[in-house]
């Protein structure tokens, strides 16, 4: 499996900042948009997610720990716009995560996971993002976002439906939400926000469902 190493961005709602691609045998099952609503299958960003599966693009595992180990010390840069941490059956590889994780020391990097939170991918998770590379835990509604920060102690996101237009709520318990500021502000984007960085925060960040899938992704959110 190969993993693309991209130094500029050229991705709007990242910015300028480097950025990677996971091939999808990465992407757990699990996940509630693995066979819709996806939002990386549709796009330029499909079409390089494509060759980097197929093996076409993208870096042996150890040539990218090298690329990352060459970001400058105190870049943002965000790990897999598509793909997931890898694995085995939805086990996630420690192993590679702590090389990873490794390699991002001195960096700020960031990305999220849509794995299973069993008790070995917790634990995986919480000694990342304690030892300075942030894994966000993905969920489909602010309210298990809200339990997951609450239970396992880590930085959590949820998609929320196309229709979400406020900038700040709260969940059932009062924890506070914050909508991603890239979706709902002209001129954000990763490189001048930094909040899904951020492993200590005490919110949740949102994301509204869009692009081409954002009906299914309503109806996949609605059905759980």
Same mark, same amino acid.
């Given at each position: 499996?190969?993993?693309?190493?991209?130094?500029?961005?050229g991705n709007g709602k990242t910015g300028p900042i480097p950025t990677s691609t996971s091939a999808r045998e990465?992407?757990?099952?699990?996940?509630?948009?693995?066979d819709a609503g996806c939002y990386a299958k549709a796009g330029p960003q499909a079409i390089h997610w494509r060759k980097v599966t197929t093996g076409e693009r993208g870096l042996a595992w150890d040539a990218f720990? +090298? *690329?990352? @180990?060459?970001?400058?010390?105190?870049q943002l840069w965000r %790990?897999?716009?598509? &793909?997931?941490?890898?694995?085995?059956a939805g086990?996630?590889?420690?192993?590679?995560?702590?090389?990873?994780? +490794? *390699?991002? @020391?001195?960096?700020?990097?960031?990305?999220?996971?849509? %794995?299973?939170?069993? &008790?070995?991918?917790?634990a995986a998770l919480q000694e990342a993002n304690a030892a300075g590379f942030t894994v966000n835990a993905s969920c489909e509604s602010v309210d298990t976002a809200d339990q997951v920060m609450t239970d396992h102690?880590?930085?959590?996101?949820?998609?929320?439906?196309?229709?979400?237009?406020?900038?700040?709520?709260t969940t059932s318990t009062g924890r506070r939400v914050i909508t991603c500021p890239a979706t709902i502000h002209d001129g954000v984007t990763c490189s001048t926000c930094?909040?899904?960085q951020r492993a200590d925060r005490d919110f949740i960040v949102a994301f509204p469902a869009h692009g081409?899938?954002?009906?299914?992704?309503?109806?996949?959110?609605?059905?759980?």
């Open positions: 499996m190969n993993t693309a190493f991209t130094p500029i961005s990465t992407c757990p099952e699990t996940c509630p948009f693995y720990l +090298a *690329a990352v @180990r060459r970001i400058q010390r105190g %790990h897999n716009v598509s &793909g997931d941490l890898r694995h085995t086990k996630i590889n420690r192993a590679e995560l702590r090389q990873l994780t +490794a *390699a991002n @020391r001195g960096r700020k990097g960031f990305t999220y996971t849509h %794995h299973a939170l069993t &008790g070995h991918n917790v102690g880590l930085p959590a996101v949820a998609v929320v439906t196309s229709a979400e237009t406020r900038r700040f709520f930094g909040l899904c081409n899938a954002k009906r299914k992704v309503d109806a996949i959110i609605a059905d759980r």
